[in-house]
């Protein structure tokens, strides 16, 4: 049986994992894991109300995200939002060499600054697990030096300067592994080509085998789970291999047909709507005008 642990503040992480240090900022910490000892017993699901960034290196553990597995015996680095699930399995040997560092910060520490609009933008947030981030020898160097960073201000004294000092440490962080993933994506091309002939495979069939009348428009979510991909990285793979994300691609699709029925049927341009599952026509209108130029009865004009 499992257990499950929410963790509504940074005292909490550290009540987790024994720190016997005194807690610096009650919004933000930084965990070297080689001084700490595994407290899960057994199968423990892990959840908390801030955002975290794990790095571990070791043998012989299990931390599982949707079901899936990621290996931490060359080094991960995987990027939780609050309320995100991990489950930890118990089975590594407590007493092999660990090496790495947690970051947590909470929401209200970032809540008025810029950062906080900016951080759906970090899309890596949302990828599974098995979608971790895998950095080199030079990208590991520079993120563990942000870290220290982080560290050493988190050891002095609070200032009228440290927020801000905090939060552009964090941010600096954050951006690193937005360059490294970029990377990820790069190096990986010959992995993600596949992926992108299968979404265009799957969404040309959904328009051509009626699907749309039995199920609806196609989501992004149906689409990522269709090719066992979180959303969020099909969606920043696909911008990174075809400039397009996953609802640019719906969309060019979706457009595509409503040209071919527009052009070679006599339907109305609602019954053409409804047709291509849009419950109003209106959004109809205004998503094909977006995309063309020309309102439905335009195009029709002018072809």
Sequence with gaps: MSTFIHMQSIADVYRFFDLDQPLRHPLVAVVDFSYVNEQAAGNTLIS????????????????????????????????????????????????????GWGIFFHPDLIRNTPLYDRMKAYTFFTYEVSEALHMSDKERNIFFECVRKLNDELQENIDNHSQTIIISNIELLLNYCTRF?????????????????????????????????EQGL?????????????PGYLSDL??????????????????????????????????????????????????????????????????
């Design 48 to 99: 908390g109300d801030y955002y975290c960034l794990l790095f571990k290196k070791y043998n012989g553990n299990n931390v599982k995200y949707g079901r899936k597995v990621v290996d931490f015996n060359n080094g991960s680095l995987i990027c939780l939002a609050p309320n995100q699930v991990l489950q930890l399995e118990s089975d590594m040997d407590l007493n092999c060499e660990k090496e």
């Design 218 to 230: 196609p989501t992004v979510k149906s689409l990522a789970s269709k090719v066992n991909l979180s």
């Design 181 to 213: 993933y970029g990377r990820q994506f790069i190096t990986r091309k010959s992995t993600h080509s596949p992926v992108v002939a299968q979404v265009e495979k799957l969404l040309s069939e959904y328009f051509t085998n009626h699907e749309l009348q």
């Design 238 to 303: 696909l911008k990174k291999e075809t400039g397009k994300n996953t609802q640019d691609h719906i969309h060019f699709y979706l457009i595509e047909a409503a040209k071919n029925s527009l052009i070679n049927t006599n339907k109305s341009v609602s019954e053409v709507a409804y047709a291509l599952g849009f419950e109003y026509p209106q959004y109809f209108n205004k998503l094909f005008k977006q995309k063309t130029g020309k309102t439905p009865i335009e195009f029709r004009h002018l072809n």
